[in-house]
């Protein structure tokens, strides 16, 4: 049986009764998952990135830049490449950054190169568990026009 909006807006801010074995149930799951909480650290897994530029009036990709963390089906890990997309004299760089320290760890651009190109990948050790930071966007120049973000583990 499912309420309503109404129904469950008329229930906010009145405190309602749980039954003991509720109780009981939530206060053994609680002290349990603390130990366990306490007792081991979580292990940080490794994360692709991959970060598109768009522009959103038409909703197509002009490019986008890849973090590969780890290697796999013949792919290199801890690299980086761009890939530009749109014939419209601009370039897709993509810089990573640790983001503990902030500092730039590599970057790629397809700058000098016509559309539907990517660079080779950049690659090179990252220790594992560093936070990573893929900054990705278009460029003339020196100057960045769009551009997109995420994080990531290495």
């Known amino acids: 049986m499912s309420k309503t909006l109404s129904q469950l807006d008329q229930c906010r801010g009145k405190l309602m009764r749980m039954p003991r074995f509720v109780k009981r149930a939530v206060v053994a799951a609680t002290a349990t998952g603390g130990m366990v909480v306490f ?16 522009d959103c009036g038409v909703c197509s990709t002009h490019g986008y830049g890849w973090f590969k963390a780890d290697p796999e089906a013949g792919l290199p890990g801890d690299a980086l490449k761009a890939c530009d997309l749109d014939a419209d004299t601009y370039a897709i ?31 090179g050790n990252i220790a594992e568990q560093t936070p990573v930071w893929l900054k990705v966007c278009t460029t003339k120049g020196s100057t960045e026009y769009l551009c997109n973000s995420d994080n990531g583990w290495a």
């Open 39 to 54: 007792a081991s650290t979580p292990a940080l897994a490794s994360a692709d990135l991959t970060v598109h530029i768009k």
């Open 93 to 123: 760089t993509a810089w990573l950054y640790n983001r503990d320290t902030g500092n730039l760890i590599r970057k790629v651009s397809t700058a000098g190169h016509a559309a539907n190109y990517c660079t080779p990948w950049a690659t």
